[in-house]
Structures are given as structure tokens and as C-alpha cells.
């Protein structure tokens, strides 16, 4: 069973940067892609970044493109999701989630999800 643990979050002003992490257990990550995905209060969740198995491969909402960064390092079995120039609608529970092989639009098709961490953009 893979298990996964976001951690990074807090309360970052607007313009203001984070990097939330993912740290995957129980099974190698090298054999799945992994999702970062968010929901603000009162909406549904979304799909931020996506990345390969390999990390060659990512892909990003537009609304967050130029401003994350997504990246793996399977030797230490953790994604990184790097968010710079924090605004206030980036505001939610980010969550990571994995899936065998490939990057899908859907949640649905992640069985694997960690608990969340909470980004607050606020002055």
C-alpha cells in the first residue's frame, strides 16, 4: 500500500513562496505518477501539476502556469510542488495523489492520496 504525506504549507503573504513536498512509503514511487491537487473552501477539488514516473513529463493548470513548479526525486521517494508569486485565489488544502504509470485529468483515477496541507495567501 503507498502511502503519501504532504508537508509545506502555512501562511505566506500575496507574491509570497512555499514548497510543499510529498513523501511517499510503504511502496517505491518509481512506478507512478504523481498529482498535486487543491480545494478551497466551498469548491471543488482541482488538478494543480501533474509529473511522469520519470520527471520528464509535467503539466500544469493554467491559471498556475509560469508560477509552479513541479519536480520528483525517487531516491528520496518525494515530489516537490515549488509555488512562487502566491495569490490569494491559491489559497486551499493541497493535496498530492498517485497512480500507476501515467498523469490523468482526473482525480478518480488516483487511489492513492495523502492528508493534505493547508496554504494560506494572506497580508
Known amino acids: 500500500q503507498l502511502q503519501l504525506v504532504e508537508s509545506g504549507g502555512g501562511l505566506v503573504q500575496p507574491g509570497g513562496s512555499l514548497r510543499l513536498s510529498c513523501v511517499a512509503s510503504g511502496l517505491t514511487l518509481d512506478y507512478y505518477a504523481i498529482g498535486w491537487f487543491r480545494q478551497a473552501p466551498g469548491k471543488e477539488r482541482e488538478g494543480v501539476s501533474c509529473i511522469s514516473i520519470s520527471g520528464g513529463r509535467t503539466n500544469y493548470l493554467d491559471s498556475v502556469t509560469g508560477r509552479f513548479t513541479i519536480s520528483r526525486d525517487n531516491a528520496k521517494s518525494t515530489v516537490y510542488l515549488q509555488i512562487n508569486s502566491l495569490k490569494p485565489e491559491d489559497a486551499a488544502i493541497y493535496y498530492c495523489?498517485?497512480?500507476?504509470?501515467?498523469?490523468?485529468?482526473?482525480?478518480?483515477?488516483?487511489?492513492?492520496w495523502g492528508q493534505g496541507t493547508q496554504v494560506t495567501v494572506s497580508s
Open positions: 495523489a498517485a497512480r500507476p504509470t501515467i498523469c490523468r485529468p482526473s482525480l478518480n483515477e488516483y487511489p492513492y
